[in-house]
């Protein structure tokens, strides 16, 4: 299943992939042609291994309504291709900040059809709003982080020393 492997490369953060790379391998894994129409749907220990999630996240989803995966004859949950993009969706709105009840919505759209497409693109473009804030929160954390490590010695080559005072940020806590 070629989209097995799309996954597995998203997954692998030791790649050093570019960010450009990385978009590539997401929109060639929503893509449908990289779905192998004959391929052996994973049980829910072996989509949670490849997806790096416990089976009960999985199962967490399934309750929540968020993913449907068909169950064989034995009764057991068989995640097809498409189960498992949009489990990655998921995560990735979930790492992102996105709350259950905004997923629930979202998918309840997405569900709905094409017709949903305005409303579900405001959800995104107020969610990337939200990930824009934190990302900035994040920076000027980072920088008062960088900023301590050089007050205590760090590393020739750091970008904050303890020559930059910043009172704001210079204040032992």
Known sequence: MAAETLIRQLSDDSAGRTAGETVAAVHALVDDSVIDPDAVPL?????????????????????????????????????????????????RMRVSGMTMADLRRYIALADQGPATEPERREMMLAHRDRIRQRLRELTLALEATEYKIAAYGGAPGDRCTPDNDDTAIAEDN
Do not use: C, K, M, W
């Not at 949670?48 to 309750?63: F, K, W």
């Not at 309504?65 to 068909?70: E, M, Q, S």
């Open 43 to 91: 049980g829910v220990a072996e989509a949670a291994r490849l997806l790096g999630l416990s089976p009960h996240t999985l199962r967490y989803y399934e309750q929540e309504g968020l993913i449907r995966p068909a169950r064989n004859a034995t009764g057991y949950r068989g995640y097809s291709a498409a189960d498992l993009r949009r489990l990655i969706f998921l995560t």
